[in-house]
């Protein structure tokens, strides 16, 4: 029989990803705020303990509109760590694993630009988003014990609202954007994040015949190799669209965060040290530029 996933944030950039990877594995219930809003709690509790039995919970979902959640914290709060709590509890509950997507702005950044973030290093969230996300962490940990927390970093895809899409709009309207140079991370691509997810799902439910008893489960860092700047990042888009097209569009200038206002503070050092979720698992994403250029391949086969 095949084994069943609740998954959520189902048209979201992981979300459909996911969606896309689990689907030839597992019968996957997937939802979204149509389906059911997780800002109200009650409302989610209801839903998931009228669920059909399922072997794992997979929860991208969030509210995560960074600059946004500094206006409204109480809906980030609800959705980030409310919403993770209640899953979490129903996990428990039905002693079934999950999988929660935390973030590198769990951290503060102020690291020196030639170190990175390990698993073990204290958060420090700057922003009412990573602060949510953080508490949404700290539950599953504390509620769910077969709990795979996996934090990523510059999430980007084909889908949704992110920067890729942004320089890509920019780029197509011959625009040339500022964009800063003094934070730094790397650009993860949603759909390398769904094959690494599912090799996990692989992983733990392959292990349910133990009853998990040998997974290792805990926090583990996921992002792309290397480094990039976001002005990196958007110059090596352009460079990459000049290439494509023919064209000479400008590339973006470098600005400085402090020329850039936004709400929410952003960590100026995002940089994840994966070496655990490689020693782990064997498992080792490819560099950022590598994934960049799989996936403008992939709009261009689209
Ligand atoms: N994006 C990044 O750069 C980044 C970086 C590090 C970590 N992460 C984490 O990675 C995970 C996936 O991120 P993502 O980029 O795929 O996010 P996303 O594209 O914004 O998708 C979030 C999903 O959550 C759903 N959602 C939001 N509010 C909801 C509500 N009240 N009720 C039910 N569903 C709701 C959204 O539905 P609608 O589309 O209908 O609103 C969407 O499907 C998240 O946990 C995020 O915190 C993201």
Known sequence: MQPKIFLTGKSGQVGYELFQMLSPLADIRA???????????????????NLDPIDLIVHPAAFTAVDLAEEQPDLARAVNTTASQVLAEEAAQRNIPMIYYSTDYVFDGNRSFNSLYTENDPTSPLSVYGLTKRDGETAVRTICKK?????????????????????????????????????????????????????????????????????????????????????????????????????????????????????????????????????????????????LAWCLDAIKNR
């Open 147 to 291: 709990h795979c927390i996996l934090r990523l970093c510059w999430v980007y895809g084909l889908r949704g609202n992110n920067f890729f899409r942004t320089m890509l709009r920019l780029y197509q309207q011959g625009k040339t954007p500022n964009v800063v140079y003094d934070q730094i991370g790397a650009p993860t691509w949603s759909r390398l994040i769904a094959i690494t997810t599912t090799i996990i799902v692989l992983k733990i439910l392959n292990d349910s015949r133990l009853e998990h008893s040998e997974f290792p489960w805990g926090t583990y860092h996921l992002s792309a190799g290397g480094v990039a700047s976001w002005h990196d990042f958007a110059t090596a888009i352009f460079v990459a669209m000049n290439q494509q097209t023919n064209q000479k569009i400008e590339l973006p200038n470098p600005v400085s965060s402090a020329e850039y206002p936004v709400k929410a503070t952003r960590p100026k050092n995002s940089q994840l040290d994966n070496n655990l979720l490689y020693t782990t698992f064997g498992l080792k994403l490819p560099d950022w530029k590598t994934q």
């Open 31 to 49: 939802v979204d705020v149509q389906d059911v809003d997780f800002s109200d709690a009650l409302a989610l509790e209801h839903f998931v303990r």
